[in-house]
């Protein structure tokens, strides 16, 4: 059984940073995966925020953090970070990290495979 545990959530001030890690323990994955992170904000559908293939150098980002918000990974540790910069009371939500065994990092999360149980980010002054 594969678990996915976030960390690193709090609560931070409008124009702050906080920096999410994701890491994956029990049976180890068998091939390459990508790793994905989702956001749900009180009231509203989850959405989709970054995400990164293997080997690192495919990542996609929302347009509402493009700029802001960094993924990056450690495949030695298992593990996916989300560095979150110039934080905004509307980055509010419950954070997920998600595994995708196919490799093909992307938006959607019908295809991810293996979801974490989620982190709280509040903005607020």
């Known amino acids: 059984q594969v678990q996915l545990v976030e960390s690193g959530g709090g609560l931070v001030q409008p124009g702050g940073s906080l920096r999410l890690s994701c890491a994956a323990s029990?049976?180890?994955?068998?091939?390459?995966?990508?790793w994905g992170w989702f956001r749900q904000a009180p009231g509203k559908e989850r959405e989709f925020v970054a995400a990164?293939?293997?080997?690192?150098?495919?990542?996609y980002y929302a347009d509402s953090v493009k700029g802001r918000f960094t993924i990056s990974r450690d495949n030695a540790k298992n593990t996916v970070y989300l560095q979150m910069n110039s934080l905004k009371p509307v980055d509010t939500a419950v954070y997920y990290c998600?595994?995708?065994?196919?490799?093909?990092?992307?938006?959607?999360?019908?295809?991810?495979?293996?979801w974490g149980q989620g982190t709280q980010v509040t903005v607020s002054s």
């Open positions: 990164i293939s293997w080997g690192g150098g495919v990542t």
């Open positions: 998600a595994a995708d065994l196919s490799n093909v990092p992307g938006p959607s999360p019908e295809r991810y495979h293996y």
């Open positions: 029990g049976r180890t994955f068998s091939s390459t995966y990508a």
